[in-house]
């Protein structure tokens, strides 16, 4: 293990590299300070750019978004009242009425002092957990796989909210995809309609860009006063400054948020969204002056953003191991491994350790970085909140369809790029979410290999899939899974529905 690291410590030094990580940490800043962008949708439009790069300077870039994006979200929630990801809501809650009283510096600074240390402990999460699980993994054999691959697309039921008929929906849509070209294991042809270009299977980076980036840009495209300025940006007084005794006050609640922040972020499924909303929960459940909440609490902005970077590299851990996403941005990863031509797994560990070492350890100097970024560029960030609508649609249409064209050279991805933008209006329309289509592409051909290599293996019988130890034990947690979700759902819809009565 010592050499690997010395080995990734050499790597993660490289020029490149430190450029590289500069340059993610900027874009995931300004994608997630612009309201209706986020890291998330960098990583997925600028997955497609990553083609000639190093896989860990690839892959150590991607993540660079993500943690930016994570703080960036901060930056216009707490100036402009918008959070700029769906993770800052809970900062919104606390930093613009702080902001409003004039101490906009010291909310944007105690952003990003727990992102920083939320980001932080992630990563020597990350470098500490992933190579021990990805040890204990290597013991699976087909069936195994096949359950783990089951297990992710059961994450589904947590991704649907209430309507879980509508989650199983697109995540059959998903599944079919996933299934489109040459079979792995018989050399036949499926549902390819005679398109020789269809052999390869459907491009993934195609797909993403079109479900997530197109009902974005039509959303810009129909906000009306498009061409208007942005909201007024509350100006920051350099003198107004995070104390060190502020910060130590602190101190317990950030770990505390940061630890539960990558216990949620190593769930599939779960994400930076729910890890800010419970840390919020439990920072004004401990305050001695709980009261207080939503005037501008200084506990109400570390909790929520120490736990969304908490989420960032803890959420590698089952994607690396396992190779299973539980986020659209995980499954964008997924997207660049693959034009390495590397499939995920424990494998990785065992054949490309010091890639996977470099990869976390350069995740620890990531986040320095979008400290010393983050102290200068938060008032730059939040004037670029101001570009219009407009503007914005017609750069994503442009980065969209060079981006899905650059991964083959292929006219026919920008088709299904363009077929899958029109896809996901639809499904917006029915209020069926993405993320299952995604989840379901991803994991649905994994699914159908290893049932089929586990029951050649075994001569077609199907009680090895619960006889092997590691099997049962992996579909039992499944099935709590499942149960704990069907509790939580029909709870919510109660609830929902006792509201609905008193009103």
Same mark, same amino acid.
């Given at each position: 293990?010592?050499?690997?690291?010395?080995?990734?410590?050499?790597?993660?030094?490289?020029?490149?590299?430190?450029?590289?990580?500069?340059?993610?940490?900027?874009?995931?800043?300004?994608?997630?300070?612009?309201?209706?962008?986020?890291?998330?949708?960098?990583?997925?439009?600028?997955?497609?750019?990553?083609?000639?790069?190093?896989?860990?300077?690839?892959?150590?870039?991607?993540?660079?978004?993500?943690?930016?994006?994570?703080?960036?979200?901060?930056?216009?929630?707490?100036?402009?009242?918008?959070?700029?990801?769906?993770?800052?809501?809970?900062?919104?809650?606390?930093?613009?009425?702080?902001?409003?009283?004039?101490?906009?510096?010291?909310?944007?600074?105690?952003? =990003? &002092?727990?992102?920083? @240390? /939320? *980001?932080? %402990?992630?990563? !020597?999460?990350? +470098? #500490?957990?992933?190579?021990? $699980?990805?040890?204990?993994?290597?013991?699976?054999?087909?069936?195994?796989?096949?359950?783990?691959?089951?297990?992710?697309?059961?994450?589904?039921?947590?991704?649907?909210?209430?309507? =879980? &008929?509508?989650?199983? @929906? /697109? *995540?059959? %849509?998903?599944? !079919?995809?996933? +299934? #489109?070209?040459?079979?792995? $294991?018989?050399?036949?042809?499926?549902?390819?309609?005679?398109?020789?270009?269809?052999?390869?299977?459907?491009?993934?980076?195609?797909?993403?860009?079109?479900?997530?980036?197109?009902?974005?840009?039509?959303?810009? @495209?129909?906000?009306?006063?498009?061409?208007?300025?942005?909201?007024?940006?509350?100006?920051?007084?350099?003198?107004?400054?995070?104390?060190?005794?502020?910060?130590?006050?602190?101190?317990?609640?950030?770990?505390?948020?940061?630890?539960?922040?990558?216990?949620?972020?190593?769930?599939?499924?779960?994400?930076?969204?729910?890890?800010?909303?419970?840390?919020?929960?439990?920072?004004?459940?401990?305050?001695?002056?709980?009261?207080?909440?939503?005037?501008?609490?200084?506990?109400?902005?570390?909790?929520?953003?120490?736990?969304?970077?908490?989420?960032?590299?803890?959420?590698?851990?089952?994607?690396?191991?396992?190779?299973?996403?539980?986020?659209?941005?995980?499954?964008?990863?997924?997207?660049?491994?693959?034009?390495?031509?590397?499939?995920?797994?424990?494998?990785?560990?065992?054949?490309?350790?010091?890639?996977?070492?470099?990869?976390?350890?350069?995740?620890?100097?990531?986040?320095?970085?979008?400290?010393?970024?983050?102290?200068?560029?938060?008032?730059?960030?939040?004037?670029?909140?101001?570009?219009?609508?407009?503007?914005?649609?017609?750069?994503?249409?442009?980065?969209?369809?060079?981006?899905?064209?650059?991964?083959?050279?292929?006219?026919?991805?920008?088709?299904?790029?363009?077929?899958?933008?029109?896809?996901?209006?639809?499904?917006?329309?029915?209020?069926?979410?993405?993320?299952?289509?995604?989840?379901?592409?991803?994991?649905?051909?994994?699914?159908?290999?290893?049932?089929?290599?586990?029951?050649?293996?075994?001569?077609?019988?199907?009680?090895?899939?619960?006889?092997?130890?590691?099997?049962?034990?992996?579909?039992?947690?499944?099935?709590?899974?499942?149960?704990?979700?069907?509790?939580?759902?029909?709870?919510?819809?109660?609830?929902?529905?006792?509201?609905?009565?008193?009103?």
């Amino acid at each position: 293990m010592a050499e690997f690291i010395m080995e990734a410590i050499g790597n993660i030094f490289h020029p490149l590299t430190l450029v590289l990580m500069n340059l993610g940490v900027f874009l995931g800043i300004i994608f997630g300070a612009i309201p209706g962008l986020s890291g998330n949708l960098g990583i997925i439009l600028l997955v497609p750019f990553t083609v000639n790069m190093r896989l860990s300077d690839a892959i150590i870039f991607l993540t660079a978004i993500f943690c930016g994006g994570e703080f960036g979200g901060s930056i216009s929630a707490i100036l402009i009242n918008t959070p700029g990801t769906n993770s800052a809501t809970c900062t919104m809650l606390e930093g613009y009425p702080l902001a409003k009283r004039g101490h906009a510096r010291k909310a944007l600074m105690t952003a =990003l &002092s727990a992102s920083f @240390i /939320g *980001g932080i %402990i992630s990563s !020597l999460a990350l +470098l #500490v957990f992933a190579p021990a $699980i990805a040890s204990f993994t290597l013991k699976f054999g087909p069936p195994e796989y096949f359950a783990m691959s089951f297990f992710g697309l059961s994450i589904i039921a947590s991704l649907c909210g209430n309507s =879980l &008929s509508r989650g199983l @929906i /697109g *995540g059959c %849509i998903g599944i !079919l995809l996933s +299934l #489109v070209g040459m079979d792995s $294991i018989t050399g036949s042809t499926r549902f390819t309609f005679g398109v020789v270009e269809l052999l390869r299977g459907l491009t993934l980076i195609a797909i993403l860009t079109g479900l997530f980036a197109i009902p974005n840009i039509l959303e810009k @495209i129909h906000v009306k006063d498009a061409g208007k300025e942005g909201a007024q940006i509350i100006q920051m007084d350099k003198k107004d400054k995070l104390t060190l005794a502020e910060l130590l006050s602190m101190k317990w609640l950030i770990l505390k948020s940061s630890v539960l922040g990558c216990i949620i972020g190593a769930v599939p499924g779960a994400g930076a969204g729910i890890a800010s909303f419970i840390s919020y929960n439990e920072a004004k459940r401990t305050s001695r002056t709980p009261e207080k909440f939503g005037t501008g609490m200084l506990e109400g902005i570390a909790a929520p953003e120490a736990a969304n970077n908490g989420v960032t590299s803890a959420s590698l851990i089952p994607l690396l191991t396992l190779g299973i996403p539980g986020s659209p941005s995980a499954a964008a990863m997924i997207g660049a491994f693959s034009l390495k031509g590397l499939s995920l797994g424990p494998t990785l560990f065992r054949n490309q350790a010091g890639i996977m070492y470099t990869i976390m350890a350069g995740l620890v100097l990531v986040n320095v970085f979008m400290l010393l970024q983050g102290t200068f560029l938060s008032g730059l960030a939040a004037r670029i909140t101001k570009v219009p609508e407009t503007v914005l649609a017609a750069l994503l249409v442009v980065i969209c369809a060079a981006g899905a064209y650059s991964v083959n050279g292929s006219a026919l991805d920008v088709k299904v790029f363009v077929l899958f933008g029109g896809v996901a209006y639809v499904l917006g329309l029915m209020k069926i979410p993405a993320v299952p289509v995604v989840l379901g592409f991803v994991l649905g051909d994994m699914v159908d290999y290893n049932l089929r290599r586990g029951l050649t293996m075994c001569g077609g019988n199907l009680w090895v899939f619960i006889t092997r130890p590691i099997t049962l034990a992996i579909l039992v947690l499944m099935i709590l899974f499942l149960a704990y979700n069907g509790i939580q759902n029909a709870r919510g819809s109660r609830q929902i529905r006792e509201s609905g009565d008193k009103a």
